[in-house]
Structures are given as C-alpha cells and as structure tokens.
C-alpha cells in the first residue's frame, strides 16, 4: 500500500499580481519587526548562507521573475500577466533543487563564487484580511561581481507574501519586477 503525500498548493501568480499596496498600513512595532527580517534575509543572501534563507521560504511558495516588454503608452494591456515568460518561476521545491546544485560544486558560473550585495529600500507593509498573511512591498539593488570585469546592477521592485509563523516569518510568494527588459549580465544564478 503506497501513500500518497499531496503537494501543497503554489501561490498563484494571479494573487502576487493582485498586490497593489492598498491595504491599511501595518502598525510601527510589527512594521519594524517585518523590516528587520527583510535586512536578515538580505544579510544572509549576501554571505552566501541560502540554506538558512530556504529555513526562510513556505512550503507553497511561488518565487516569479515575469519578463517586461518595452510598449508604448498607447498599448493599454497590462504589462504583466500570469501567462508572462518569466525569466524564472519557481517553487521551494525548485529553488531546493538550485541550492543542491550549488552546494554540488559543479556550477562554472559560480566557481570562482559570484560576489554581491543587496540594498533593500522602500518598505512597506499592509495588513490583509488574514491576520497572519502581510503584504510587503520594497524596492532592491543587486551589484554583482565575478571575476575582475564582471559586474552589475540590477534593480526592480517586489511584491511579496509574508506569514507569520511562531519562528519569525516565512516567505509565501514574491513578485519579481527589474527595471530591464533585457539583461545584460552573463548569468541569473543568485537570488532576488
């Protein structure tokens, strides 16, 4: 007799692009509370400590880069949409299977190991009807570094999807928007 395990159900991209920041603030002290896991989560992509970030994400996470287009105003459509390309769409099942990828040793783009680090600005939060779920916006920078003439700066926008659990917050979606409709660097190995 097999048993069987259901996976758990993946946020939906409709519900990350229903993020629009129009909920009521949240109070100062859980405000605070949320930053600070921001600049955590932050810290440890910077030092390179992922597994302690993955400890970070939900089990129904949906981690979305949907790709841009470069339109003209007159285009009335919206420039994002769940059917999007997305330059990735993962789940913390994929994002696992990334980590083993690198711990692997084998990934050529990271060895020598890129060098980067992250600013996050611009935060709010919003309380939703779920006491428990807080919607996040924030603003981010990433310089990366390889090598001696590998560099870039990215820099885009996020929406995110926060729980809150009794060990801090866990990530439960987040909406990846860059400023470029095309990219420049030579790899996308690293987190946003």
């Known amino acids: 007799m097999s048993i069987s395990v259901l996976a758990p159900e993946i946020t939906p991209a409709e519900d990350l692009l229903a993020l629009k920041g129009e909920g009521k603030p949240l109070g100062r002290d859980a405000s605070f509370e949320l930053q600070q896991w921001l600049y955590r989560e932050a810290r440890l992509l910077d030092q390179d400590r992922f597994r302690e970030w993955y400890d970070m994400l939900d089990a129904s996470l949906r981690y979305w880069c949907p790709l841009r287009e470069n339109r003209f105003r007159r285009d009335k459509r919206?420039?994002?949409?769940?059917?999007?390309?997305?330059?990735?769409?993962?789940?913390?099942?994929?994002?696992?299977?990334?980590?083993?990828?690198?711990?692997?040793?084998?990934?050529?783009?990271?060895?020598?190991?890129?060098?980067h680090v992250y600013a996050i600005t611009n935060i709010e939060a919003f309380e939703t009807q779920d006491p428990e779920v807080t919607e996040v916006h924030s603003v981010f920078t990433l310089y990366r570094n390889r090598s001696e003439r590998d560099q870039s700066t990215l820099m885009g926008r996020r929406a995110d999807i926060w729980i809150k659990s009794k060990d801090g917050f866990r990530l439960k979606g987040r909406l990846i928007v860059l400023q470029q409709s095309t990219l420049l660097c030579k790899n996308l190995s690293y987190f946003f």
Do not use: Y
């Open 78 to 115: 919206p420039e994002l949409s769940p059917q999007s390309c997305a330059m990735f769409d993962e789940t913390k099942e994929t994002i696992d299977l990334r980590l083993g990828r690198l711990e692997s040793g084998m990934v050529w783009s990271e060895d020598p190991p890129t060098r």
